[in-house]
């Protein structure tokens, strides 16, 4: 039994190896057979392989003789199927493991959905959501909230967990093709208990992918299994994606990760700032929260800038000296136009741009009308009669009209206050 060998093995380097060799690189090592002496093992990564290959492989073999005899040794190879099982959270496994764990995402209005239903999941697989879909723009979080899932799910014992994207999933799919392997494949799909597939956008206008995957997703389904799928889009505006997979895709919960609003991204850099231990003033925080708008990834390109600069420097860190270190990746943003805002908005609304601009005088379409009314004269540089030229040649008293209408009831309706904000986000980051 390759399990039983590799549990001895286990214990005998417990004493030989550290606390973070052994939990991040050697746990990782999945035992699939003995042969002649040759324990057969797999990694989940490229990486796995090379850095136990160059610093585990000597102390793992000499384990392997004590317990099978001279000449024993371990031949591993990569199966992205597998992840990285997490450890019993000693100090620097978990440290290698929580970056994207739930405890470092920090929550806001727009991602505590996504948060709220990737706990739920990470709680009761294949219980409550399945499939459970998560789409948004790039950097937002979503790579961040699966892998809390797959990490968290997998201190679980018996659960077969795989996390992998979607070119992944057409990489081994076409090997098993070629290698004639595609019913082992099948099996070793069908087998898990969680999958969690990145990226399936990837999968668009690839039709022997997509055929697969439905049948690989529909077998899983059918037994209760959890499935994730994280995409940059909603299923429906995924194109050439087939109507089967789309409608598979959305009958569990899907949920969006939007852009961060302003609070959240503050309390991102705050967050990360403590992180690193670095001293980052409130000021400092907000002006990088108002420039820096449109992805988590960027923010935290930012603030590695200025820890960097600062570091090397030893300058202290106010808005000035920010605003010199972060010059070059702030590009002055270009000019909003109003085809832009129409588009947002009637997105949002799930509307035609057509029936925004022209004359329909349905009350479905009066408030997202006057809505784009007032981001194009708030967001963009456009006078009032080059705006009510864009909404088909009105008179500009419509659209001065339409500004108040919209000041108003942001007043009274904090929730609309908040869904104009979002599409103002929204359009700042176009
Ligand atoms: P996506 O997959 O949506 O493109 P990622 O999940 O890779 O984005 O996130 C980009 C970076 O931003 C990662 O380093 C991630 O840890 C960080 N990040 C994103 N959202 C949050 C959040 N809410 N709290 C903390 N870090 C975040
Ligand atoms: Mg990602």
Not at 114 to 121: I, N
Not at 167 to 174: G, S
Request: charged share 25%.
């Amino acid at each position: 039994m390759p399990q039983v060998l590799w549990q001895q093995t286990l214990s005998q380097l417990k004493g030989r190896l550290s606390a973070t060799e052994l939990g991040c690189w050697v746990q990782a090592i999945h035992p699939v057979e003995i042969r002649e002496r040759r324990l057969y093992g797999e990694v989940p990564s490229v990486m796995h392989l090379e850095q136990i290959r160059n610093r585990l492989q000597g102390e793992i073999a000499g384990v392997l003789e004590e317990l099978l005899g001279s000449g024993a040794e371990l031949v591993l190879s990569v199966n992205r199927l597998r992840v990285q099982p997490v450890v019993d959270p000693r100090p620097a496994a978990a440290e290698a493991t929580s970056r994207y764990g739930f405890e470092s995402f920090v929550i806001g209005e727009s991602n505590s959905l996504a948060h709220a239903s990737a706990r739920e999941v990470a709680n009761h697989p294949g219980v409550t959501y399945n499939p459970l879909f998560l789409y948004g723009g790039v950097g937002l979080g979503k790579t961040h909230l699966a892998t809390a899932i797959a990490q968290s799910l997998a201190k679980r014992p018996r659960l077969r967990i795989a996390m992998l994207s979607a070119e992944a999933f057409a990489n081994d799919l076409i090997r098993a093709l070629l290698t004639g392997a595609i019913d082992a494949f099948r099996v070793r799909v069908r087998q898990l208990d969680v999958l969690i597939v990145d990226d399936i956008q990837f999968l668009a206008g690839k039709e022997r992918m997509q055929e697969e995957f439905f049948h690989t997703f529909n077998a899983l389904h059918a037994a209760g299994k959890q499935i994730v799928l994280v995409s940059d889009q909603a299923p429906r505006s995924i194109s050439n994606l087939e109507e089967r997979l789309q409608s598979r895709f959305e009958s569990g919960l899907t949920t969006e990760i939007r852009i961060p609003e302003a609070p959240l991204r503050l309390a991102i850099l705050a967050s990360k700032a403590k992180g690193l231990g670095f001293d980052l003033s409130l000021e400092v925080a907000q002006w990088v929260a108002s420039r820096v708008v449109s992805s988590v990834r960027e923010l935290e390109g930012a603030l590695h800038r200025l820890v960097a600069a600062c570091r090397c420097s030893r300058r202290s860190l106010d808005v000035g000296f920010a605003r010199e270190v972060l010059r070059p990746i702030l590009r002055t943003p270009p000019a909003r136009t109003v085809e832009q805002v129409q588009r947002i908005v009637a997105e949002r609304f799930q509307l035609r741009v057509e029936d925004l601009v022209h004359r329909a005088r349905t009350t479905r379409i009066r408030l997202p009308r006057q809505v784009a009314m007032y981001l194009a004269r708030k967001g963009t540089k456009a006078t009032y009669e080059e705006i009510a030229a864009g909404f088909g040649g009105r008179d500009h008293s419509t659209i001065m009209h339409a500004v108040k209408c919209v000041e108003a009831r942001r007043h009274e309706e904090p929730e609309f206050a908040v869904l104009v904000d979002q599409l103002a986000e929204k359009l700042a980051s176009a």
